[in-house]
């Protein structure tokens, strides 16, 4: 693949200076910086990118929601396959954060030792990343829309995407989302789909495509999970969603992946429709780089979701459930409270989900309040609702739209004893979705919920 520029001296000095920067970064503080290397080599050297050395494989992992549980999930099976792997899961997934990764990783020289690279790339990067790095497998879960201050819509997400998609890499595309399966049609390319196994169709306030691409007919769906995503197809002009080659066929205590008419059962990581997507993504893209299915099947048996995103907890009969629900993400935000408004028994739930950090990354946008389904809390079995932050009454007023009582709502502007606001008669289960940058302060609640801290 033509892509390699030779080292010239702006790029040696480039790499020396991001280098020594590292050291500096872990004396004076360890958990910050990842991203910081990598910009101070792309400021010094903008190519930096087309002069360092890559992998010779290299996947690159992007859409709007899945990336990061996709790209490690992919990264554990080669690991334990032992392969050698580069992964930017220490940094972010802009091009500042894979040159830090490999400026990591490489030596002196510049050169990289590992097989293979496992990159998650942000979908707005795309033009700054594959002008220098072309992946041998691009995988792109789903396109919906995202944050309206970042993304826009995604069809200017989409636009972007295609427009730096290199020739020669091959794609992995969802069969089930008319978005991301459209991208570069003369590329080679591969799909993945997953039929009706949960037989459960959820109806969202957004759906990003509802119109036949050839005759702007309304779209019909043969199945339908949520939003956008299902298999469709026009009545006038019999246009159909690509015929997946890789398809999720049925879940029980495994999931099931049929190929060339060839089912295999493998270990299933989560029940929830979106993971599902993920770990079918996940099955296409080793299957199709040549690892058996026994193969992924041991080695999957291993792994699990990055554990941040969702996890459980007993107190006595209780269960407590923490969530990501990314906030200004209305798509993420409706799937986490879809699945956690149907677990069993009657529910609290406490929504960190709007800016936990508003200095450092709030918005005056609360529009995507209204994108996401909040309508799917209306119901008998959730007995309490307590939103906290700076826009807890943005989020009331949302609510209240959605037929929620007010006296179901409690409100905390911040996010100081919120445990204590809990009425725990009958109660099942408690759920606390918290948004991107909420993590330390969900586990806080969770803690003092299960007694294990006090404020």
């Given at each position: 693949?033509?892509?390699?520029?030779?080292?010239?001296?702006?790029?040696?000095?480039?790499?020396?200076?991001?280098?020594?920067?590292?050291?500096?970064?872990?004396?004076?503080?360890?958990?910050?910086?990842?991203?910081?290397?990598?910009?101070?080599?792309?400021?010094?050297?903008?190519?930096?990118?087309?002069?360092?050395?890559?992998?010779?494989?290299?996947?690159?992992?992007?859409?709007?929601?899945?990336?990061?549980?996709?790209?490690?999930?992919?990264?554990?099976?080669?690991?334990?396959?032992?392969?050698?792997?580069?992964?930017?899961?220490?940094?972010?997934?802009?091009?500042?954060?894979?040159?830090?990764?490999?400026?990591?990783?490489?030596?002196?020289?510049?050169?990289?030792?590992?097989q293979w690279g496992v990159f998650e790339v942000d979908e707005r990067?795309?033009?700054?990343?594959?002008?220098?790095?072309?992946?041998?497998?691009?995988?792109?879960?789903?396109?919906?829309?995202?944050?309206?201050?970042?993304?826009?819509?995604?069809?200017?997400?989409?636009?972007?995407?295609?427009?730096?998609?290199?020739?020669?890499?091959?794609?992995?595309?969802?069969?089930?989302?008319?978005?991301?399966?459209?991208?570069?049609?003369?590329?080679?390319?591969?799909?993945?789909?997953?039929?009706?196994?949960?037989?459960?169709?959820s109806k969202n306030i957004v759906q990003d495509i509802q119109t036949?691409?050839?005759?702007?007919?309304?779209?019909?769906?043969?199945?339908?999970?949520?939003?956008?995503?299902?298999?469709?197809?026009?009545?006038?002009?019999?246009f159909s969603s690509p015929k997946a080659d890789f398809i999720c066929?049925?879940?029980?205590?495994?999931?099931?992946?049929?190929?060339?008419?060839?089912?295999?059962?493998?270990?299933?990581?989560?029940?929830?429709?979106?993971?599902?997507?993920?770990?079918?993504?996940?099955?296409?893209?080793?299957?199709?780089?040549?690892?058996?299915?026994?193969?992924?099947?041991?080695?999957?048996?291993?792994?699990?979701?990055?554990?941040?995103?969702?996890?459980?907890?007993?107190?006595?009969?209780?269960?407590?459930?923490?969530?990501?629900?990314?906030?200004?993400?209305?798509?993420?935000?409706?799937?986490?409270?879809?699945?956690?408004?149907?677990?069993?028994?009657?529910?609290?739930?406490?929504?960190?989900?709007?800016?936990?950090?508003?200095?450092?990354?709030?918005?005056?946008?609360?529009?995507?309040?209204?994108?996401?389904?909040?309508?799917?809390?209306?119901?008998?079995?959730?007995?309490?609702?307590?939103?906290?932050?700076?826009?807890?009454?943005?989020?009331?007023?949302?609510?209240?739209?959605?037929?929620?009582?007010?006296?179901?709502?409690?409100?905390?502007?911040?996010?100081?004893?919120?445990?204590?606001?809990?009425?725990?008669?009958?109660?099942?289960?408690?759920?606390?979705?918290?948004?991107?940058?909420?993590?330390?302060?969900?586990?806080?609640?969770?803690?003092?919920?299960?007694?294990?801290?006090?404020?």
């Amino acid at each position: 693949m033509k892509r390699k520029k030779r080292k010239n001296l702006r790029f040696i000095l480039a790499l020396l200076i991001a280098k020594i920067s590292f050291f500096v970064i872990k004396i004076i503080d360890k958990n910050r910086g990842t991203n910081k290397p990598g910009e101070i080599a792309l400021k010094i050297c903008p190519d930096f990118l087309s002069r360092i050395g890559l992998p010779p494989n290299i996947i690159a992992v992007t859409g709007t929601n899945g990336k990061t549980s996709i790209t490690n999930l992919i990264n554990d099976v080669l690991l334990d396959q032992e392969y050698t792997t580069i992964i930017n899961n220490a940094g972010s997934n802009m091009d500042t954060g894979i040159a830090s990764t490999l400026i990591a990783e490489c030596s002196l020289r510049g050169k990289i030792k590992q097989q293979w690279g496992v990159f998650e790339v942000d979908e707005r990067v795309s033009p700054r990343v594959y002008q220098h790095i072309i992946p041998k497998y691009l995988l792109c879960i789903n396109l919906f829309r995202d944050s309206i201050k970042r993304n826009g819509h995604a069809e200017f997400i989409f636009n972007k995407i295609n427009q730096a998609i290199p020739k020669e890499t091959t794609l992995i595309l969802n069969a089930d989302d008319l978005i991301t399966s459209s991208l570069q049609p003369n590329n080679p390319r591969l799909y993945f789909a997953v039929e009706n196994v949960l037989k459960k169709s959820s109806k969202n306030i957004v759906q990003d495509i509802q119109t036949c691409p050839n005759c702007h007919e309304l779209l019909n769906f043969q199945y339908h999970h949520h939003h956008h995503i299902g298999r469709t197809f026009c009545k006038k002009c019999k246009f159909s969603s690509p015929k997946a080659d890789f398809i999720c066929t049925k879940i029980k205590d495994e999931l099931t992946i049929t190929e060339k008419k060839q089912a295999d059962d493998y270990p299933l990581i989560s029940k929830t429709i979106y993971n599902i997507y993920n770990q079918t993504a996940v099955i296409t893209i080793l299957r199709t780089i040549g690892l058996s299915p026994e193969t992924i099947k041991n080695s999957l048996k291993k792994s699990k979701l990055i554990t941040n995103r969702e996890n459980s907890y007993q107190k006595g009969k209780q269960t407590i459930t923490t969530i990501l629900a990314k906030n200004q993400n209305p798509i993420s935000t409706s799937l986490a409270l879809d699945y956690t408004a149907n677990l069993k028994g009657n529910k609290i739930f406490i929504l960190l989900v709007t800016d936990t950090q508003d200095k450092a990354h709030g918005s005056e946008d609360i529009s995507w309040l209204y994108d996401s389904d909040f309508e799917f809390l209306n119901r008998k079995d959730i007995k309490q609702i307590i939103v906290c932050g700076s826009r807890c009454f943005d989020l009331s007023v949302r609510l209240q739209l959605a037929g929620i009582k007010e006296k179901t709502i409690y409100y905390n502007d911040n996010y100081q004893n919120i445990h204590t606001l809990i009425k725990n008669k009958n109660i099942d289960n408690i759920i606390i979705a918290y948004e991107l940058y909420g993590y330390a302060i969900a586990e806080k609640i969770k803690n003092n919920i299960v007694g294990d801290n006090n404020d």
